[in-house]
Structure formats: structure tokens, C-alpha cells
């Protein structure tokens, strides 16, 4: 299985930019297709994001299109979710997902989640 750290959440004003990371260790990181969910307080977890493996296809939710990029770097074993243009309803902790396509992400292996807080 492989294993999934991320990193690079934290506060943000909004209308300012993160860029969060996913380390992936323990398989080769290019058979997997990589994802970005999130989950807010109270509410179910959500896609975000998704790449697949060799990053020639991306898919996004309508809520982060045009403000948020989904890279890979399969030389570092790396996921990136560049968000810009943050909002206060982008608070929530951010989790990657590993899954052989990215239709089995939510069955795929998970990390352990990063937080980001947005404020108006």
C-alpha cells in the first residue's frame, strides 16, 4: 500500500494562495492516480481535485475550477494542489488519495490530512 504524507496547509487571508504537497512512499508513485478531497467541519468529505498517472489528464470540482491547479511530479514521488483566489469556504482539512484510476480514488489509499484556514 502506498503511503501518503501532506504538507503545506496552514492560514491564509482570502484571496491569497497555498500550495499543498503529497509526498508518496512504499510503491511506484507512477501507477497511481492521485486525488485532493476535502472535508469541513460538519459537512461529508468532498472531491477536489484529481490527476491521473502520468498527469496528461486533471479533473476538478466546479467549486475550486480556475482558482486551484492539481500537478505531479513523478520523479519526487510528489502530488501539488496549488490554490489561489482562496475563499473562507475553501476552510477545511485537505487530504491526497492514491488509487490505481482516478474513478477508485475514494477506495484508495489516504493520508493524514492537512489543514487550511481561510479568513475573510
Known amino acids: 500500500q502506498v503511503r501518503l504524507v501532506e504538507s503545506g496547509g496552514g492560514l491564509a487571508q482570502a484571496g491569497g494562495s497555498l500550495r499543498l504537497s503529497c509526498a508518496a512512499s512504499?510503491?511506484?508513485?507512477?501507477?497511481?492516480?492521485m486525488g485532493w478531497f476535502r472535508q469541513a467541519p460538519g459537512k461529508e468529505r468532498e472531491f477536489v481535485a484529481a490527476i491521473s498517472r502520468s498527469g496528461g489528464k486533471t479533473d476538478y470540482a466546479d467549486s475550486v475550477k480556475g482558482r486551484f491547479t492539481v500537478s505531479r511530479d513523478n520523479a519526487a514521488n510528489t502530488v501539488f494542489l496549488q490554490m489561489n483566489s482562496l475563499k473562507p469556504e475553501d476552510t477545511a482539512v485537505y487530504y491526497c488519495?492514491?488509487?490505481?484510476?482516478?474513478?477508485?480514488?475514494?477506495?484508495?489509499?489516504w493520508g493524514q490530512g492537512t489543514q487550511v484556514t481561510v479568513s475573510s
Open positions: 488519495a492514491a488509487a490505481p484510476l482516478i474513478a477508485l480514488l475514494q477506495q484508495g489509499s
Open positions: 512504499g510503491r511506484t508513485f507512477s501507477n497511481y492516480a
